[in-house]
Antibody, heavy 121, light 108 residues
Framework: QITLKESGPTLVKPTQTLTLTCAFS??????????VGWIRQSPGMALEWLAL???????RYSPSLKSRLTITKDTSKNHVVLTMTNMDPVDTATYFC?????????????WGQGTLVTVSS | QSALTQPRSVSGSPGQSITISCTGT?????????VSWYQQHPDKAPKVMIY???KRPSGVPDRFSGSKSGNTASLTISGLQAEDEADYYC????????FGGGTKLTVL
């Protein structure tokens, strides 16, 4: 059974850096073709893809947020970490991590429950 | 990279069929066979319903089907049921990923 769970601060101040962790089980990020991505959803708004890291450490970022995002993995701990710098109230959103397997590599096949991050002073 | 275009809302009666369109460009939908569709109920995480344009994960009813023509992908739900009422999002790989703006499905 594949599970993913996001964790991190629920409240950050403007200009601070957000660090979120995705802890997963049921698959390995050292398996060929596997990726883990981050997607966010502002209240009442659509899903927005942020970043994805592959088993071979290939990293992809949203062009509009690339300068603020860093995604890393710790294969031994089954963790993926996303950092977003210079947080702003418009970054208030639920942040999801999701698994992209080889057999469905263009999709986000399994999702975490999401974690709500509020940006406010 | 602009968001894919979906109708804001669609509706149908139980038992009917509906289709949700998702329009992109030759750089995303038209360029790759990596369109996926997600169902999201209120305050829940999205759930993949279709991947690789037309493949259904195990456990997804065969009432859900996907297709693509040119730069437009479509999700069809036949035999509408009350539990199908949700938001639906399309997504396309394009070197990176882009989502649609979402469609609210109301089952009348």
């Amino acid at each position: 059974q594949i599970t993913l769970k996001e964790s991190g601060p629920t409240l950050v101040k403007p200009t601070q850096t957000l660090t979120l962790t995705c802890a997963f089980s049921g698959f390995s990020l050292s398996t060929t073709g596997v990726g883990v991505g981050w997607i966010r959803q502002s209240p009442g708004m659509a899903l927005e893809w942020l970043a994805l890291i592959y088993w071979d450490d290939d990293k992809r970022y949203s062009p509009s947020l690339k300068s603020r995002l860093t995604i890393t993995k710790d294969t031994s701990k089954n963790h993926v970490v996303l950092t977003m710098t210079n947080m702003d109230p418009v970054d208030t959103a639920t942040y999801f991590c999701a698994h992209s397997p080889l057999y469905a590599s263009g999709s986000f096949y399994n999702w975490g429950q999401g974690t709500l991050v509020t940006v406010s002073s | 990279q602009s968001a894919l275009t979906q109708p804001r809302s669609v509706s149908g009666s139980p038992g009917q069929s509906i289709t949700i369109s998702c329009t992109g460009t030759s750089s995303d939908i038209g360029g790759y066979n990596y369109v996926s569709w997600y169902q999201q109920h209120p305050d829940k995480a999205p759930k993949v319903m279709i991947y690789d344009v037309s493949k259904r994960p195990s456990g997804v009813p065969d009432r859900f089907s996907g297709s693509k023509s040119g730069n437009t992908a479509s999700l069809t739900i036949s035999g509408l049921q009350a539990e199908d009422e949700a938001d639906y999002y399309c997504c396309s790989y394009a070197g990176t990923w882009v989502f649609g703006g979402g469609t609210k499905l109301t089952v009348l």
